[in-house]
């Protein structure tokens, strides 16, 4: 299993925030490996279902997530489950006394052929990683000139 994770700050109000990234729909815009996400299901909220398509390694997948968790203005988790592979996205989001930290956490756990290569899966785990907080961070940074600050 490859796990990591990136925190990006902002000051925009937590509850924007939270309303902002609960949305899944908006990882086409902060998520620059995103290409289109289709909500199959639901209404937002646990057990909302979504198609996304995605570039991983170069190449475009299809994965189905479900929104399995969350807690308003605090956690949003998803999982998505195909054969090839199983991943959690976990967003957690913490008011701090001078602006609110917003934790992107991945966790891909490879099955059949995949499971033999997870080291090299790993960099591009990583840099997936690293371009989908670069854009969080910039949206957050949208976001807090639109809504203001608290």
């Given amino acids: 299993m490859i796990e990591m994770q990136r925190t ?4 925009a109000p937590v509850s ?12 086409e815009d902060w998520d620059p ?12 909220g ?3 279902e979504y198609r996304v398509e995605s570039l991983f390694a170069g190449r475009s997948t299809l994965l189905d997530y479900r929104v399995t968790d969350l807690d308003p203005n605090k956690l949003i988790r998803l999982r998505g489950e195909k054969k090839a592979i199983t991943a959690v ?6 008011e701090g006394a001078a602006r609110v930290a ?7 756990e490879f099955n059949g052929v ?8 790993k960099i591009a785990v990583r ?4 371009q989908g907080a670069q854009g969080l961070s910039r949206e957050l940074l949208r976001l807090e000139r639109t809504v203001g600050r608290p």
């Fill in 114 to 121: 995949f499971a033999m290569v997870e080291p090299v899966l």
């Fill in 33 to 44: 490996n995103a290409i289109a996400v289709t909500r199959l299901s639901g209404n937002g």
């Fill in 8 to 11: 990006v700050y902002t000051n």
């Fill in 46 to 48: 646990v057990g909302t």
């Fill in 16 to 27: 924007a925030v939270y309303a902002y990234l609960a949305d899944f729909g908006n990882a």
């Fill in 89 to 94: 996205d976990t967003i957690t989001i913490v």
């Fill in 127 to 130: 840099r997936l990683l690293e």
């Fill in 102 to 108: 917003v934790t992107y956490a991945v966790a891909f």
